[in-house]
């Protein structure tokens, strides 16, 4: 009688595992890994890359890296079987020389499927906010913008040494903010934070993609970067802040800031 | 049977290996919880302070914390306590160029002054960062022997054989039994709630206080990439902590008789590179730098403006080298120090919980 009241429970636990084929299975969600790689047109930026003069900008300047740290946001799927744009609307800082937040997974779950898949380098106008992100404010001393300059937060702080043309090692700072004038009365701002299209990726299940940033780029195209003229007090900037956003944005010939590197599934 | 005596041994060896200092710490034993007093303001515009999850602020704590921090037991010839070399008149810094050990002999560093050290998120203290807790820091000095030359089984006998102590450390920490890493558990919880956070300049962030127009223009000098560019290194009015704690080369040598950073690291790169000091206090903590090159606040201003001079680590946050730095004008160099007055918080020096209590 047991064995009886065994298998009827077997079989009835058997059927309830069994998929009902006639209905459509939900595809299931997963989130996206994305890792950061650093490279001067191809060579691997690591730690002891830096303070070293070993890099030749466009311009001929022999220059060295002291500071590489950036503000990426707003991870963009776009979903090609609905058009659905889906988005976790959260921001990464990556630091490069402290290898800290080379790994980012933004804070939203996707359908598994085929996407355009896009970010923001820095933050836009509707992000950049000031003060109202307490772990940007507490990061890297403060990666704020004084308000004398809008207020928000940094892009980009890119610093280091080159050799000027008087053959001194001299300091620049290639600080990305949003373009600002202060001159005028109000002041006159420019969003110069910028979308970054890696084209169109399959998410799976554990899908990771790689975004390359070549830090020669900034340097290079369209603007040939002359770091005699353009190296410190280059965030009350305007027109260096337009050009910095013209070399980070501009893509073309497969060469670019950012690009997407190596997609693993 | 030999197998069951070896997996015995093995077990045995294994929950003594997992034994840590920690051990004299009675895991059933609660203190009385103390939450840090957080400014407004720093609870509005940075991330909560860092507390180790093995040493919980508590009453008990920091009362004993206190009591220690203030106790020449510590030093070997009972002369010199903590506060000997971090008073708080002068914001727990020494107001000599270099503290003096127990026997005579002076350091090599300004000392540091203790203040919104919970806040210090990368957990690096002292001039080259060689500390990676407040904890660790405390225990340094007691041994130093140009500080307080002593050692951690002396002061734990010391305290030990005190009339009071074995109570104030079971009532802090569920035991009597003494050691290095309860005392400075203990100093640490104490020097966690040293914060400073009501100056004028707080007030005016929160809207209970106005800036003169020289403070405001200072501000702005302060502020200004063109000007004095120092928020860069000493954070802006979103970050009320006035300071990266990164370590940076400010332009003071061109060749060095101390390694800084480093030191610790044994990096060429880090060679020179010191821990940006809080702003906050500044006119209770002269001298300045890490070697109190400078006794005013003027010489400090001066140094960035005209002072700079090269070497192969400078930061490259240091502008116009080749010029001697910024060049300010006499103004903004007034304006300058006046809003960086503005930064004084005088409650925190007066402050009755952290004057000596014994």
């Known amino acids: 009688m047991r064995k009886i009241a065994l298998l009827l429970a077997t079989s009835f636990l058997l059927f309830a595992c069994n998929n009902d084929d006639d209905t459509p299975q939900p595809v299931p969600n997963t989130t996206v890994e994305f890792t950061f790689s650093h490279n001067w047109d191809g060579d691997a930026i690591e730690n002891s890359d830096f303070d070293f003069l070993q890099y030749f900008n466009a311009n001929g300047d022999q220059m060295s890296i002291s500071k590489l740290v950036y503000l990426i946001s707003d991870v963009t799927f776009e979903s090609l079987a609905t058009g659905e744009t889906l988005d976790a609307g959260d921001y990464n800082l990556v630091n490069v020389r402290e290898g800290t937040n080379l790994s980012f997974t933004p804070d939203i779950e996707i359908p598994e499927g085929d996407y355009l898949v896009s970010f923001t380098f820095g933050f836009d106008d509707e992000d950049n906010q000031d003060g109202i992100y307490l772990d940007l404010n507490s990061a890297d001393g403060g990666w704020n913008v004084p308000m004398m300059l809008g207020g928000g937060y940094h892009y980009m702080r890119l610093e280091g040494k080159f050799i000027d043309n008087t053959a001194t090692e001299t300091n620049y700072a290639y600080h990305a903010i949003r373009a600002a004038d202060p001159s005028t009365t109000p002041i006159t701002l420019q969003d110069t934070s910028f979308e970054v299209s890696l084209g169109q990726i399959t998410i799976g299940s554990s899908t990771s993609i790689e975004i390359e940033m070549n830090v020669a780029e900034w340097f290079k195209n369209p603007n040939q970067w002359d770091l005699n003229v353009l190296n410190t007090m280059l965030m009350p900037n305007f027109d260096a802040q337009v050009l910095m956003f013209e070399n980070g944005s501009t893509f073309s010939n497969s060469t670019g800031v950012f690009s997407l590197g190596t997609v693993t599934q | ?358």
């Open chain 2, 1 to 358: 049977m030999k197998v069951r005596i070896v997996f015995l041994l093995i077990f045995a060896l294994t929950i003594a290996s997992c034994n840590d200092e920690d051990d004299n710490v009675n895991s059933e034993y609660t203190a009385t919880p103390l939450e840090l007093e957080i400014p407004p303001l720093f609870a509005q515009k940075i991330l909560p302070p860092v507390i180790p999850e093995d040493n919980p602020q508590s009453v008990e704590g920091v009362a004993l914390g206190r009591k220690l921090f203030f106790d020449k037991k510590l030093s070997a010839d009972n002369t010199l306590a903590c506060a000997g070399c971090h008073s708080p008149a002068s914001a727990f810094t020494d107001p000599r160029q270099f503290s003096v050990g127990i026997d005579g002999i002076a350091g090599t560093r300004n000392s540091m002054p203790l203040f919104n050290m919970a806040w210090n998120y990368n957990e690096l203290f002292f001039w080259d960062g060689r500390s990676a807790s407040i904890e660790e820091q405390a225990l340094a000095p007691v041994v130093d022997p140009i500080e307080m030359h002593n050692t951690w089984s002396n002061v734990a006998q010391t305290l030990q054989s005190d009339g009071e102590y074995p109570t104030l450390f079971e009532e802090a920490f569920g035991t009597q039994s003494i050691d290095s890493v309860l005392v400075t558990k203990a100093i640490a919880q104490f020097l966690r709630t040293l914060i400073s956070g009501n100056s004028k300049f707080d007030r005016y962030m929160n809207g209970n206080e106005e800036l003169t127009p020289s403070e405001l223009n200072g501000l702005n000098v302060f502020l200004d990439e063109n000007r004095g560019d120092c928020f860069h290194c000493h954070g802006n009015p979103n970050n009320p902590l006035w300071t990266d704690n990164i370590f940076h080369n400010n332009g003071l040598d061109e060749t060095f008789t101390d390694l800084g950073r480093g030191g610790v690291t044994g990096d060429p790169r880090e060679f020179g590179l010191f821990k940006t000091p809080s702003l906050r206090n500044l006119i209770y903590t002269a001298p300045y730098m890490h070697d109190g090159r400078f006794e005013t606040i003027d010489e400090v201003i001066d140094h960035y403006s005209e002072g700079l001079v090269y070497s192969e680590t400078i930061d490259p946050l240091m502008k116009s080298v080749d010029e001697g730095g910024v060049q300010l004008s006499p103004e903004d160099k007034a304006d300058l120090k006046a809003f960086l007055l503005t930064l004084t918080d005088e409650n925190f020096i007066d402050n009755p919980d952290f004057q000596n209590p014994n």
